[in-house]
């Protein structure tokens, strides 16, 4: 099997309800879809899943101008000559390693499709049976948070992340609230998304969280401050997780050899694909920090991605955010990513276990004119 052709489709999807977090509101996700086409038809399919920095969709003129000319012709099942290629073409910005994991997402799912397997079996095999899920609730008035909270629970799902921001008295009222609300019976996760600008300040935030037993507090400190995370992983005694700190595997060499991260939340995107995202968590493994996936959130596609590594990953430590289709109003890709009981099961068939839609494709598509 060889490539023969790879082009990016820039998307605009919306989501069910405006999201707003630390970062920013979002409306609608625009990201770029990656088609890759093998020369007996087969389709391979990746999503560059970004949110910061133009988006994903800005990315998709990278994928054509730059790594089309990298993949066509080559084997989908070589990898590692892909990824020094990638990497020698894209040398500078952390951000192409988007648009190299969506790349790479495809590839897999095309070698996928040749094996007959699905990609879990591609970075390991299954590790487990079922995934446990996170949904996010965004920063919002005290009672719109709670409507959402109850419609998530309602669904089945038992842990729920606060997302946070400079208002730390309205994170702590939250977060009292749904302790109040709904008990013990749901894990309650908090994501600062680096709103903590220094390390007193988070101390005195997480001192404030204690009494409601959080599972973890992730990303409160700005991305390049290792030296804080340590720091604050030494003295907190709610767990830390990194987030923005961490996407390639360099940074995860360099958070956990400083001791600045409990928990690691992996991401395909950030981390350049699904192998790396499990190099990253076989990392995290060996030096006995925990791992949970991340979401951008992405669409089908990359949350299909998200959840063969999950699957596949040495050790999941805690309820994962591989979910992302579940906050979009629609999707490009028809499905078969199952959840019961806010438990996501393995993906079916060969490859993602997806299929691309293309008039959903074309009635969402960017024009790039």
């Known amino acids: 099997m060889k490539v023969t052709r790879l082009e990016a489709v820039p998307v605009s999807v919306p989501l069910r309800e405006p999201f707003t977090s630390a970062l920013g509101v979002q409306a609608t996700s625009d990201y770029g879809i990656v088609i890759a086409e093998a020369d007996d038809g087969t389709i391979g399919l990746g999503e560059i899943s970004l949110i910061w920095h133009g ?19 080559t084997d989908p099942f ?28 495809a590839l897999l799912d095309l070698a996928g499709k040749a094996a007959g397997r ?54 702590v009222e939250v977060v009292a609230a749904l302790r109040a609300e709904f008990g013990p019976r749901i894990g309650v996760r908090v994501d600062l998304n680096m709103a903590c600008p220094l390390v007193k300040d988070a101390l005195r935030l997480i001192g404030r969280l204690e009494p409601y037993d959080v599972l973890s507090v992730e990303q409160p400190l700005p991305a390049d401050d290792v030296e804080g995370m340590a720091e604050l992983c030494a003295r907190s005694t709610v767990p830390i997780m990194a987030d923005e700190s961490v996407w390639s595997v360099g940074d995860a060499w360099r958070v956990l050899r400083a001791r600045a991260a409990d928990i690691v939340n992996v991401y395909v995107p950030e981390a350049g ?10 990392l995290c493994a060996a030096a006995g920090a925990g791992v ?12 299909a991605a998200a959840a063969h590594l999950a699957f596949s990953s040495p050790r999941l430590d805690q309820p994962s955010d591989v979910a992302g289709h579940l906050y979009h109003a629609d999707d490009v ?6 959840i019961e009981n806010g438990f996501l099961l393995p993906p079916t068939g060969p490859g993602l276990g997806v299929e691309l839609d293309r008039d959903r ?9």
């Open 55 to 73: 988006n994903g969709a800005a990315l998709c003129d990278l994928v054509d101008r730059s790594l089309a000319p990298v993949v066509v012709g």
């Open 118 to 171: 699905p990609v879990y079996d591609l970075l390991g095999g299954l590790a487990r049976d079922r995934v446990p899920l996170s949904m996010s609730l965004p920063i919002a008035p005290l009672d719109e948070v709670l409507d959402r909270a109850h419609r998530l629970v309602g669904a089945g799902f038992r842990t729920l992340k606060a997302k946070g921001g400079a208002d730390h008295d309205r994170l």
């Open 78 to 105: 070589a990898l590692t000559r892909f990824q020094e290629a990638a990497a020698e073409t894209l040398a500078f910005g952390r951000h192409s390693l988007t648009a190299v994991a969506a790349v790479e997402t």
């Open 333 to 338: 890709v028809r499905t078969t990513l199952t």
């Open 361 to 369: 494709l074309d009635a969402y598509r960017i024009d790039r004119s």
């Open 292 to 303: 949970a996936v991340g979401s951008m959130p992405e669409l089908g596609i990359g949350t």
């Open 273 to 282: 694909g699904p192998t790396r995202a499990r190099r990253i968590a076989d």
